[in-house]
């Protein structure tokens, strides 16, 4: 189990060098939603920007390796909730994210190299900045003890802030 408090950042996966880049860790996470890509395209485009070199034969252990890389990082207990809805996406958000990077931890991300895994843990622990309104927005639910105000303030920033794939 990796602890940030006493390990270095992983540079590869069971002796398979790997491309740990932050960048390299967006790349992938749009590829995974490139609906222009079929799931076989989409899964090579993963591997091959994920994999310096040499990579497993089984599609299985390279795809553990992925999710190993996505998830590593974190410890929390992810449940399912069943929504589907998208709440952040680095292409729509990736003003607001730098934006919150510059100004929050003085890292300009357009120059800096930064492992993914130290990446994804500033990037979950922002303070309220404007990122993360917009993903409040976009993961705030619709309930009816809210006025018919409040409903159609929140209807219309979901309009706004809606992620187009």
């Not at 060098?17 to 076989?40: C, E, P, Q, V, W």
């Not at 091959?48 to 390796?65: A, H, K, R, T, V």
């Not at 979950?124 to 993360?132: A, D, G, I, R, V």
């Amino acid at each position: 189990m990796f602890n940030i408090l006493l390990d270095e950042y992983p540079r590869e996966w069971n002796g398979y060098k790997l491309n740990t880049d932050y960048r390299i860790g967006i790349m992938m996470t749009l590829a995974s939603s490139d609906k222009r890509l079929n799931d076989r395209e989409r899964t090579r485009a993963i591997i091959n920007l994920l994999f310096d070199g040499s990579c497993p034969q089984s599609i299985d252990e390279c795809m553990e390796c992925v999710d190993w890389f996505f998830n590593g990082w974190t410890h929390d207990k992810h449940k399912k909730n069943g929504s589907s809805v998208a709440v952040m996406d680095f292409n729509a958000d990736q003003g607001r994210i730098y934006s919150a990077f510059l100004s929050q931890y003085k890292i300009d991300l357009n120059i800096e190299d930064m492992h993914f895994w130290k990446f994804m843990m500033l990037l979950s622990n922002l303070e309220e900045c404007n990122f993360t309104r917009v993903v409040d927005i976009r993961a705030k639910k619709m309930t009816g003890k809210m006025s018919s105000e409040e409903r159609k303030h929140y209807a219309d920033a979901k309009r706004t802030y809606a992620i187009n794939y």
